[in-house]
Protein backbone atom coordinates (compact mmCIF):
# COMPACT_ATOMS: atom_id res chain seq x y z
CA UNK A 1 0.00 0.00 0.00
CA UNK A 2 2.66 2.46 0.79
CA UNK A 3 4.22 2.10 -2.72
CA UNK A 4 1.66 3.31 -4.32
CA UNK A 5 1.70 6.56 -2.18
CA UNK A 6 5.35 6.61 -3.04
CA UNK A 7 5.11 5.91 -6.83
CA UNK A 8 2.27 8.62 -6.30
CA UNK A 9 4.00 11.59 -4.33
CA UNK A 10 6.69 10.18 -7.05
CA UNK A 11 4.65 11.81 -9.82
CA UNK A 12 3.30 14.76 -7.93
CA UNK A 13 7.15 16.04 -7.31
CA UNK A 14 7.56 15.51 -11.16
CA UNK A 15 4.64 17.67 -11.57
CA UNK A 16 5.59 20.37 -9.57
CA UNK A 17 9.09 19.92 -10.98
CA UNK A 18 7.79 21.75 -14.02
CA UNK A 19 7.17 24.89 -12.51
CA UNK A 20 9.26 25.02 -9.49
CA UNK A 21 13.23 24.35 -8.33
CA UNK A 22 13.81 21.55 -6.23
CA UNK A 23 14.68 23.85 -3.27
CA UNK A 24 11.50 25.85 -4.23
CA UNK A 25 9.41 22.66 -3.67
CA UNK A 26 11.50 21.50 -0.37
CA UNK A 27 10.32 25.24 0.82
CA UNK A 28 6.95 24.65 0.29
CA UNK A 29 6.23 20.97 1.64
CA UNK A 30 8.39 21.99 4.68
CA UNK A 31 10.84 19.12 3.83
CA UNK A 32 14.72 19.13 3.06
CA UNK A 33 15.88 19.37 -0.58
CA UNK A 34 17.28 15.80 0.01
CA UNK A 35 13.98 14.49 0.46
CA UNK A 36 12.60 15.83 -2.89
CA UNK A 37 15.44 14.54 -5.03
CA UNK A 38 14.55 11.03 -2.91
CA UNK A 39 11.29 11.03 -4.39
CA UNK A 40 11.96 12.66 -7.45
CA UNK A 41 14.77 9.25 -7.95
CA UNK A 42 12.09 7.14 -6.19
CA UNK A 43 14.47 6.20 -3.45
CA UNK A 44 12.04 6.25 -0.28
CA UNK A 45 10.37 3.03 0.51
CA UNK A 46 7.19 5.45 2.39
CA UNK A 47 6.55 8.40 2.59
CA UNK A 48 5.17 10.41 6.05
CA UNK A 49 1.52 11.16 5.61
CA UNK A 50 2.33 14.44 6.67
CA UNK A 51 4.35 14.97 3.49
CA UNK A 52 1.84 13.34 1.41
CA UNK A 53 -0.73 15.49 2.85
CA UNK A 54 1.21 19.03 1.92
CA UNK A 55 2.26 17.22 -1.32
CA UNK A 56 -1.16 16.63 -2.37
CA UNK A 57 -2.45 19.79 -1.07
CA UNK A 58 0.26 21.47 -3.14
CA UNK A 59 -0.49 19.66 -6.05
CA UNK A 60 -3.82 20.92 -6.14
CA UNK A 61 -3.43 24.66 -5.59
CA UNK A 62 -0.46 24.33 -8.61
CA UNK A 63 -3.42 22.39 -10.73
CA UNK A 64 -5.79 24.98 -9.77
CA UNK A 65 -3.32 28.47 -10.86
CA UNK A 66 -2.98 26.17 -14.22
CA UNK A 67 -6.70 26.39 -14.61
CA UNK A 68 -6.64 29.90 -13.25
CA UNK A 69 -3.74 31.09 -16.42
CA UNK A 70 -5.94 28.72 -18.99
CA UNK A 71 -8.98 30.39 -17.92
CA UNK A 72 -6.98 34.03 -18.41
CA UNK A 73 -5.66 32.77 -22.02
CA UNK A 74 -9.33 31.15 -23.34
CA UNK A 75 -10.46 34.71 -22.47
CA UNK A 76 -7.71 36.41 -24.22
CA UNK A 77 -8.37 34.49 -27.20
CA UNK A 78 -11.88 34.92 -27.08
CA UNK A 79 -11.49 38.60 -27.08
CA UNK A 80 -9.57 38.61 -30.35
CA UNK A 81 -12.07 35.79 -31.64
CA UNK A 82 -11.38 36.75 -35.25
CA UNK A 83 -7.96 35.81 -35.27
CA UNK A 84 -8.11 32.82 -33.77
CA UNK A 85 -9.12 29.68 -35.45
CA UNK A 86 -11.78 27.03 -33.85
CA UNK A 87 -9.07 24.15 -33.15
CA UNK A 88 -7.03 26.35 -30.37
CA UNK A 89 -10.55 27.63 -28.86
CA UNK A 90 -11.49 24.10 -28.79
CA UNK A 91 -7.96 22.56 -26.91
CA UNK A 92 -8.25 25.40 -24.71
CA UNK A 93 -11.56 24.62 -23.46
CA UNK A 94 -10.60 21.05 -24.00
CA UNK A 95 -7.53 21.46 -21.33
CA UNK A 96 -9.40 23.58 -18.83
CA UNK A 97 -12.26 20.66 -18.61
CA UNK A 98 -9.51 18.10 -18.41
CA UNK A 99 -8.11 19.91 -15.23
CA UNK A 100 -11.12 20.19 -13.75
CA UNK A 101 -12.00 16.84 -14.15
CA UNK A 102 -8.70 16.02 -12.31
CA UNK A 103 -9.48 18.24 -9.53
CA UNK A 104 -13.30 16.54 -9.06
CA UNK A 105 -11.85 12.83 -8.95
CA UNK A 106 -9.34 13.90 -6.62
CA UNK A 107 -11.32 15.80 -3.80
CA UNK A 108 -13.58 11.94 -3.95
Keep these: MSETYVEQSKGYVRLLGRRHEPNAIARLLR ?61 MVSQIEGMKRLLKERAR
Design 31 to 91: ISPGTVQNLWRGRLKAIPVDIYMRLCEAVSNELRAEIGRLEHELALVEASAPGASAGEMAA
